[in-house]
């Protein structure tokens, strides 16, 4: 029930609120979030602009044992770039491009910070 909720989090701006309650609550109760829960609830903070909230979660995805694949870098970099936040953008590309994950798949994302 939580990972519904957690998706539909992502599809409602400003619903970030409710995305971190029933992330929480999921990995109170010993749940396992798996990396579409985390990109749901990591595209629910991005997108209501919340920068540090946002890298915290990504940070704490990979703490969990959950590899960063394009859609969370590209959550990432486009909140990134509605901010201006170059610095952050550059170093979080830094990043994805030690991944090993092909360029092509967060291309429009890193353009858009220019």
């Not at 997108?47 to 969370?72: N, T, V």
């Not at 909140?79 to 798949?105: H, I, R, T, V």
Request: proline share 2%; aromatic share 12%; charged share 25%.
């Amino acid at each position: 029930m939580a990972k519904k909720i957690i998706t539909g989090c992502a599809k409602r701006k400003g619903a970030y609120v409710k995305a971190k309650k029933y992330l929480s609550e999921m990995l109170s109760k010993g749940l396992k979030a798996d990396s579409f829960v985390y990109a749901s609830a990591l595209h629910a903070y991005a997108s209501s602009g919340m920068e540090k909230e946002a890298r915290a979660l990504f940070e704490e995805m990979q703490a969990d044992g959950i590899k960063p694949a394009k859609f969370h870098y590209a959550s990432l970099l486009n909140m990134y770039a509605e901010k201006l936040n170059a610095e952050e953008a550059e170093a979080l590309f830094e990043q994805f491009q030690k991944s090993g994950l092909p360029l092509d798949e967060v291309h429009s994302g890193w353009e858009s910070v220019y």
